[in-house]
């Protein structure tokens, strides 16, 4: 992949760091090492119900994970692939330093990292976390954007599922096609910012709503439209027999046909080793490499790719979260895997060009220190 494409940019990265902040008495996060706002915010949403089944080891969001330690998941890339991960797109990072923070303190935190230095990846963009439902939510849009000139766009974590075993995000159902959510969306609309929205498979025709509502607004729909046990079971029922997956596929494809429809949508091939996806529920390695993940996720990305075409899909890896399950170069490694067969055209514009155009990312100026030439 090398000779093809000299720099792969991952448009989904999370980035934190716990022992930033200072303690608190949390309920919800006592006993712990060190207790943070980072545990007050992220560990309801990743543990307790559903727990398993989103993210196999927990523990690991109340490590740090900024640069340096993506860098040791990212060297191992370009030896793999011919390619290094030469710009990253970070999504929904979190410093939160302290309660009383700011709306753009999550912005400000991002943009502070040493990203760039030496043979770090640069920073690209940033999408930061924003509710459309929010009564001062122009007033945040517009503190993320003076916090940083690399803010894109915006994210909400809309998934919600009916089993009582699979983790909710959201609190309510249908919120992204309710009066309150298109109201607010206005904001988000009116200062030309990426939309991104990460749903389970079977709320992707609230998608299609907003895409309608909002054509002129590019939609980003996270993790492939997460079909939610399409590969075994999750949750209390989710994936339990062959023909409820069979069915859970049929109709994810039938929501992405629809949703392809909307020139406005890309669909970003993010989460490959969640989980939730039904790979099973052993605390490490469930996948067990590379040819096993392309083969899994092979189908799926090969219908979006029907669909969607080259120009709107990009990679991103979700790291750390799908770090348990599956390495960077895995990652990167099957889903070139699977695509290859399509040739060099498809493989630049999903590993690079489509990302830098969504999010108005300039090309690198030239090489840096850390880089490497293949042939």
């Known amino acids: 992949m090398g000779g093809v494409l000299p720099g792969i940019v991952d448009a989904h990265l999370h980035q934190w760091n716990p022992r930033r902040t200072p303690s608190s008495s949390d309920i919800l996060t006592r006993g712990l090492h060190f207790v943070t706002d980072l545990g007050r915010h992220v560990v309801p949403r990743v543990t307790g119900r559903g727990e398993p089944e989103f993210l196999l080891n927990p523990s690991a969001l109340l490590r740090a994970y900024e640069p340096r330690d993506y860098l040791a998941d990212a060297a191992r890339v370009l030896p793999v692939t011919g390619a290094r991960i030469d710009t990253v797109v970070c999504v929904e990072s979190l410093s939160l330093s302290g309660r009383d923070a700011s709306p753009a303190a999550e912005t400000g935190y991002t943009a502070s990292l040493p990203f760039g230095l030496g043979s770090a990846p640069r920073l690209g963009a940033i999408v930061a976390a924003a509710d459309p439902r929010a009564d001062d939510l122009g007033d945040r849009l517009d503190a993320h954007a003076a916090a940083s000139e690399l803010l894109r766009g915006v994210r909400w974590c809309a998934a919600r599922h009916p089993d009582p075993g699979v983790r909710d995000f959201a609190a309510d159902d249908g919120v992204l096609s309710s009066a309150e959510f298109l109201t607010g969306f206005e904001s988000i609309a009116r200062r030309g910012l990426v939309f991104e929205v990460m749903c389970y498979s079977h709320q992707l025709y609230d998608v299609v709503i907003l895409a309608r509502e909002f054509p002129d607004t590019t939609i980003v729909v996270e993790h492939m ?151």
């Open 225 to 375: 439209g997460i079909p939610v046990g399409a590969f075994g079971p999750v949750g209390a029922r989710t994936g339990a027999t062959a023909a409820n997956r069979a069915d859970i596929l049929r109709l994810w494809r039938e929501r992405i046909v629809t949703l392809a429809t909307y020139p406005n949508v890309v669909v970003k091939l993010s989460g490959l080793a969640l989980p939730v996806l039904g790979y099973g529920k052993a605390r490490w390695g469930n996948i067990g490499g590379r040819e096993t993940l392309a083969e899994m996720v092979g189908p799926l990305v090969d219908h979006l790719a029907g669909q969607f075409g080259p120009e709107r899909l990009v990679f991103g890896s979700d790291f750390p979260v799908d770090k348990p399950n599956a390495t960077l170069d895995d990652l990167v490694g099957a889903l070139s895997d699977v695509l290859d067969k399509r040739g060099s055209y498809w493989l630049k514009r999903v590993f690079a060009d489509n990302a830098r155009a969504v999010y108005g990312i300039d090309a690198p100026d030239g090489p840096r220190a850390g880089d490497v030439e293949t042939a």
